[in-house]
């Protein structure tokens, strides 16, 4: 089944503690795929070199941090989510290269299955990549207000004039500025990131429901600091966001369903566990 290019990989800086490889190789037993996934430790200094390098029994790659940006400039075409967030998490390898982000999707469908579906009102913590994505899908997802929180300040404003130009009302606070109350909080910042405890504790009183896009180490301290409201992990991103790869390098496009794709979810779910 899909003979060609076999060869495919997760690469970033740190990239250790991905779970891709255990949901690409369950996904890929399913549907009987000889492929081959495996990792790569790349830097953003590192990545052209790496890209070029490739031969052409390479088929594709899932892109984490900090590649997202550099990613996107390399593609040669881009799907609308690329365009509109400047970030790619996936390259389909070819005569020309085609980038995606599938992170806005993983994202959307992580939020519904864990209940989050309905927020009005949302928090948005960091201001990369990951970021953007997850003010996409805030909006899709019916989200009209949202505040950005960073730790810097020119990011926070670079991601809040995002959100507005997308059809946010969009607001900046300090990361460790006075709490708001929201319905929804989601962080992407990375798992080993320690807030002081008064910070994450003034986060977490009036934060709603805490969507943590890292999932290594867990939990996160502010994880840990999330005790009156449910919590969920990027794990459940993570599997959404791969089903849609998988459907790029099987298909071309993450709008066509994977053969027997419950059985597959079944299998990647197993394989987190």
Known sequence: MSSGPSRLAVWGDPIDHSRSPDLHGAAYRVLGLN???GRRRVDV???DAALDGLDGTWRGLSLTMPLKERAFARADERDDDALLTGAVNTLLLGERVRGFN????????ALRAGGLGGSRTARVLGGGAT???ALVSLLRLGVVEVE?????AEQAQELAAFGERI???AAVRALDGPAT?????VSTLPGDVALPA???AALAADGGALFSAAYAPWPTALAEAWTAAPVLTGLEMLLHQAVAQIRIFLHGTPDEALPDEPAVLEAMRAALR
């Open 35 to 37: 492929w081959d996934y």
């Open 45 to 47: 200094a590192g990545f």
């Open 102 to 109: 599938t992170d806005v999707r993983g994202l959307t469908e």
């Open 131 to 133: 970021a953007r994505s």
């Open 148 to 152: 950005v929180r960073t730790r810097r």
């Open 167 to 169: 059809g946010l009302r």
């Open 181 to 185: 109350a929201v319905d929804l909080t």
């Open 198 to 200: 008064a910070a994450a």
